[in-house]
C-alpha cells in the first residue's frame, strides 16, 4: 500500500495543505481503530507526500480523543519515514511571540488519559527516548522557516498537557520554573509511537498567544487569536513546502532502526493475533 515518503499532520488552523498536486484520498484501515481522517496523498516539491488533519476536517476530535496509534500506524502503512507535525501552542516565555515558530527538541508530559505506545498485549519493548525529536528532520524544519521569512527557533521543550481546558495560573507559572518553552496537547504520543514505528518525527509549533502566566493574557479576544491562527497557517505552508523540499532523501539517523532491540518478551510467548497486529511494525524483530 505504499504510497508516501513524508506524512505532514496539520493541528489547529491548518486542515489542508496548499500546493498539492496530483492529489487523492485514501481512507486506512488499522488494527487501532480508524485514524482522525481520510489521507490526503499526493505531490508536493516533487515528493510523495500524505497529509493528515489531526482533528479532523472540521476540527472535531478532542485531543484526548485523538486515535494516536491509528494515525501513527497508518502513516507507516502508507510507506511514510518521516513525519513533519504542525500544531497550535501557548508561550511559556517572552522570547515566543505570537507568529513565531519554536521546534521542540524535548517534552514534558503532563497528560494521563491516553495509550501512547503500541506495545502490551503480550509483548514487551522499550525504545529510547532521551532525544524525542529527530534531529535530521527538525533542523531541516528550522531551517525551512528561514527560507520562507518566518521566525523560526530550533530547540526548547513543549509541555504536552492533557486539556481540553487551559492551565490554571498556577500551573502555568510552574513549567516556567522548569524552564519549558511551550505547551500544547497533541505532540508527545505522536512522537513516542514515531520512535516505536522507525518514524523520523519532528513537529512546528506554531505560537497562538503567551500561556496565561502574561499579565494582560485575560484581555487577549477570540478574534485575536482566530488572526493569529490564520496568519500562522499561512506561515506554516510556505515552512511545511520548503522544509519538504530540503528533505534530505536518505535516511542516516537512528530512527529507522529505533525498535531493534525493543522487544522483551521471549518470542514463543508472544501472542500469535498480537503478532499479526504489529507484524507491520515489528515483524522483522520477532521472527
Known sequence: MAQAEIGIIGGSGLYSMPGFTDTHEERVETPFGEPSDAFVLGQ?????????????RGHRILPSELNFRANMYAFKKLG??????VSAVGSLKEEHKPTDFVVPDQFIDRTFHRVSTFFGDGIVGHVAFGDPVCATVAKTAAEACTTAGVIGKLGGTYVCMEGPQFSTRAESNLYRSWGADVIGMTNLQEAKLAREAEICYATVAMVTDYDCWREGHDAVTIEEIVAVLHKNAENASRVVKAA????????TCACASAAQYAVLTQRDLIPAATKEKLKLLFGKYLD
Open 44 to 56: 508536493l516539491e516533487g515528493r510523495n507526500v500524505a497529509f493528515l488533519a489531526r482533528h479532523g
Open 244 to 251: 519538504i523540499a530540503a528533505m534530505p532523501k536518505e535516511r
Open 80 to 85: 511514510v519515514e518521516r513525519i513533519l507535525s
